[in-house]
């Protein structure tokens, strides 16, 4: 398994870590509802099929990256930085 | 006052010397990280402009005068040498400076042989086609987080963390080793 590092080019998916689904972007606000926060802490789909992801590139340029995967074929759909999305 | 005594990272490790490479440690005197905050990049590269350094694009470097650059990651560059202390402290309101002169063990990697003992522990295309002189990438050395970088046709430099100097002066001799042993 490959990823592009927008700013490294295609690597191996051992230099990244994992950091699970891309929720943890959306972050509520310090004074949402307790179910927001419980939504975003542990409620996650299990999806067969195109998830997306939060990985960071650790042994490389230290991106955090937003990754479309699909978990049936196993192909990497799309690597973005989240820096880019959010300039 | 103690008369204090500056130890190399690799110290007594290096050289390495075998048919067809050398590994020598590199000092690259002060090591100075800079991070521009958030929409602060052209500020920051303006300053640098003053020291005649470029604001390296990701997996470059540039010379300028006695002082170079390094790209080091996202929005991180190193400035190798003594930037002058003005223009440090201009810095100082536009990004994150570190004082990382101590922080990394350097090694130089050169001979005929450099590119083949490189790509047994990096798994990157290092022919000087893809990554020409000047060229950068953070990059495992083996499993060790490193910044490695072409400075010439025969040769590499090696960046890891100090605490990794001993297990990377391994890692490479015996790669290294093994390559000669092949003829």
């Known amino acids: 398994m490959r990823l592009t590092c927008p700013l490294c080019g295609p690597r191996d998916r051992r230099e990244f870590y994992y950091y699970g689904a891309a929720d943890y972007l959306d972050r509520p606000a310090a004074d949402a509802a307790p179910e927001a926060w419980d939504a975003y802490l542990h409620l996650r789909d299990n999806i067969a099929g195109p998830v997306r992801d939060l990985w960071y590139h650790d042994q490389g340029c230290g991106s955090w990256l937003v990754v479309d995967r699909d978990t049936v074929s196993h192909e990497m759909l799309s690597v973005r930085a989240v820096a880019e999305d959010r300039a | ?54 604001w390296p694009a990701p997996g470059t470097s540039g010379v300028g005068g006695s002082l170079a650059c390094l790209w080091a990651g996202r929005g991180t560059a ?26 990394w063990a350097a090694m130089q990697l050169r001979g005929p042989a450099a590119e083949a003992v490189l790509a047994r522990l990096v798994s990157l295309d290092l022919r000087i086609a893809a990554f020409p002189e000047g060229a950068v990438a953070r990059a495992p050395l083996n499993h060790m987080a490193a910044l490695v970088r072409r400075s010439g046709a025969d040769r590499f430099d090696l960046w890891v963390f100090r605490s990794m100097a001993q297990t990377a002066v391994h890692e490479l001799k015996a790669a290294m080793t093994s390559v000669a042993a092949r003829g």
């Open chain 2, 78 to 103: 190193f400035v190798l040498g003594p930037l002058p202390e003005p223009l440090a402290a201009r810095l100082a309101g536009h990004a994150a400076l570190t004082d990382q002169s101590d922080a």
């Open chain 2, 1 to 54: 006052m103690a008369s204090l005594i500056e130890t190399p990272p690799c110290g007594d490790l290096l050289p390495v010397i075998v048919t067809g490479a050398q590994l020598v440690e590199l000092r690259p005197g002060p090591v100075l990280s800079i991070a521009p905050f958030h929409g602060q990049a052209a500020a920051v590269a303006a300053i640098l402009a003053e020291a005649g350094l470029d």
